[in-house]
Structures are given as C-alpha cells and as structure tokens.
C-alpha cells in the first residue's frame, strides 16, 4: 500500500487507476476547496483542476490516460469534462445547470450524471460519440445516475423506481434500461462492469450479477455490511466491507477488499487509522494489478491509498 498524500488539505480519495498505476481523484487543497488529482509515480499528485475552477473532481481514467470528472466553468456552472491529451473538453449537460462524469471506457465513451431540463431532477447520461448526449432515463422515478461504462457502450448504476425506490440498473443501447433489483433490500446500486458483462454493486452486501446466475450475495469480511465497487476482466473483485470489529474511535472497521475468481475474500489492510476502502481496479500488466482507494491515517485523517497486487 502507497500513501498518495494531498494537495495541502486533509482529506484526499483515489477513485479510478489505470493499467500503468496512473491514479485519479479528489482532493482537497490548503483553502479547503475540492481539487481533481492526478498521481503517477513520476509526478507525484498534480492538481488538474485548473486556475479558472473553483472546484473540480477526477472520477476515472482510462488505459490512453483521458480523465474525466466535473468542474466549474467560467459561468459558475458544474460541467463533466473530459481531458484527452493535455486538453479540456466541456461534455455539457441534458439541460440543466450541473453535470459530472464518473465513467470513461477505452474508447472514450463517458457516462455519468446530468440535470435535466426545467426542474431539480438528474438523469444518467451516457455520450456513445463525441457531441452526442443521451438521456438514459429511469426505471419510472425521477433519478437515475451511470456509475460505469464497459468497452461494449454497456452502462450501470442506480436509478429510481416509480415507487421512489433505487434500484440497480443495466442499460444497453438495444435493451435499454434493466431493472437489476436488489439482495432482498429496498434499495441497491451497480457500481462497475467488466467486458463480460459481470456486474458488482451493493444492497446492504456486495453482489456480483450475471445474467447466468442473477445477483449473488458475496457476503462480508464478518461485518454487517459490504459494497463492491469494481471488477476487472479477470474477474477480480474489489470494494469495502465491515470487519465486525471496532476502531479506535469505537467506529465499525471497515476494510478494502479484493475477492478473487475463485471467490477468496482478501482483506487489503489500512495505514494506522485502521479504515480502508477499494474503489477500482486495474487490468491485469505483467503479472500486477493497481487498486485505488483511501485509508484513514494514525491520526484520523482520509488519504488516498495506491495498493499493488502481485498475482500468482
């Protein structure tokens, strides 16, 4: 594990990494503002958020290294961007005032979250082509918002049922918008897919769904609760999990874990704090897999963490 640090402020989280161990993020800075990141191991941490932005976040970079995440444009207004080879692109809106994005595929697909039109409501939009925005609707709420993109256009995430439920979904070009359901809970959310089409999300406990099987409880590290947050195409699982223990502080200690093909749950370990979280994963490069994440620090403070797996 690699303690990434901050950008002069107290809280940093990892939220995306790459094939070659490029991680992505938020941090904050002295002045206490939210900051986009980007680490590598040459460079350190680099605030990429840009003189002109107030606040701006990192949520996912893919294998070319374009990043995308949401910042402020010159009009005061919150716009997913996408960073391609040293340049800034505004991915616009469905309509309203905000919008962010939280997903980019190999192709420089981009899925994410935008406001709509006329009214507070936010959509999960998914952009196929450059220019072109489409509005993935709900499962008959007023909310849905894409966590993830897969090389095939295949979206995931959460979105609304008409009865005001949040429900994981599966949205495909042909198929259009999938109620997943949930492990039995109110409510549930898909948070990443592979290009299998195996998708890992949370309702109370981690799930990986398939469309063999259906969801499937992964269970916990012995706590009450899990989530898994992302699956690369071998398979590998990774996200947070209550231990059954307490921390220091008397908090429920919650660990980053990587569950593997076979379906070995791995506790990831912390820094000091004790707490952890994975939320991506890397595909697999000469025998080495990049986790992204955070951990709390011996003196309580959340820093984003890089762990590297080498696989046997």
Known sequence: MHELGTLGGSVSLAKAVNRA?????????ASGRGRAFLWTDAQGLVDLGGSGSVKSSASDINDAGEIVGGAHTSGGEFHAYLLSEGLSFDLGTLGGSESEALAVNRLGQVAGFSGVRGDARKHAFFIPDPGTMLDLGTLGGATSIAQDVNDRGAVVGLAETQSGEPH????????GMQDLGTLGEASGVALGINNRGEIVG???HAFLWTEQTGMVDLGTLGGRTSFASAINDLGVIVGASETGERDDQGRALSRAFLRTPEGRMVDLGA???GQSAAAAVS???DGVLRIAGHSRDAKGSIRAVRWTVHLT
């Open 21 to 29: 161990g490029h991680v992505v993020g938020t941090s904050r800075d």
């Open 168 to 175: 994981a979904f599966l949205w495909t070009a042909t198929g």
């Open 202 to 204: 949370g309702s109370r």
């Open 271 to 273: 820094l000091a704090g």
């Open 283 to 285: 595909e697999e490069q």
